[in-house]
């Protein structure tokens, strides 16, 4: 049987924070419920937010679990690892069940943040990182312009494309690409 990734398009609403505060790169409406869906995890399950560290902000109440944290550079927003994402991600118990990454889509989105675009994590080190804090059979999701290829040196696991979402938030809009990877065994 030949394995064919999952493939879909998902039109989403722009997201208000709590208090109807805006945020320049805030997730879509209803986006962190879905990508749960697809990493395969619930609520319930820890999830490591990476560059994204005005996720409890978001009024939705499937968006962030209680066990989940956040790692960002920007210290204002209260991140459980205030870290650059480009070192190698914190490894809980035997690894992350699964990690969400949102960074600066380029160094030019980066200028936007607090880091600048002198520290742009670029995506595929971002999910080596990721690949390498996550179980062997977690997922990894990060939601860019560019899809991300697992490292191409030798490592001690597969790595599985699960996913490839387009992410649109209406028109005149940038699409996005939200794409999964899973770490084998």
């Keep these: 049987m030949t ?9 989403l609403a722009r997201a208000k924070l ?8 805030s997730y879509p409406a209803g986006f962190p ?9 619930s ?6 937010h990476v560059c994204a560290g005005k996720v409890r902000y978001y009024p939705y109440p499937n968006a962030i679990g209680p066990k989940d944290k956040t790692l960002d550079l920007d210290e204002s927003l209260g991140p459980d690892f205030l870290q650059d994402a480009r070192e190698p991600f914190p490894v809980v118990g035997g690894g992350w069940p699964a990690i969400l990454i949102d960074p600066p889509y380029s160094e030019e989105d980066a200028k936007h943040y607090f ?15 990721a690949l390498m804090a ?14 991300s290829s697992p490292p191409a040196e030798k490592i001690e696991f ?14 005149n809009n940038r699409i996005r690409a939200f794409t999964v990877f899973e770490r084998g065994v």
């Design 115 to 129: 880091p600048g675009a002198d520290k742009y994590p670029s995506p595929n080190l971002l999910l080596k990182n």
């Design 134 to 147: 996550v179980r062997r059979g977690g997922r990894v999701g990060i939601l860019h312009y560019q899809l």
């Design 33 to 41: 419920e879905r990508a749960r869906a697809i990493l395969g995890v």
């Design 158 to 171: 597969r790595t599985r494309f699960v996913a490839c979402i387009g992410v649109v938030v209406g028109f």
């Design 43 to 48: 609520i319930l399950d820890p999830v490591l």
């Design 18 to 25: 709590k208090n109807g505060q805006k945020f320049y790169g």
């Design 3 to 11: 394995y064919r990734p999952i493939t879909d398009m998902w039109i």
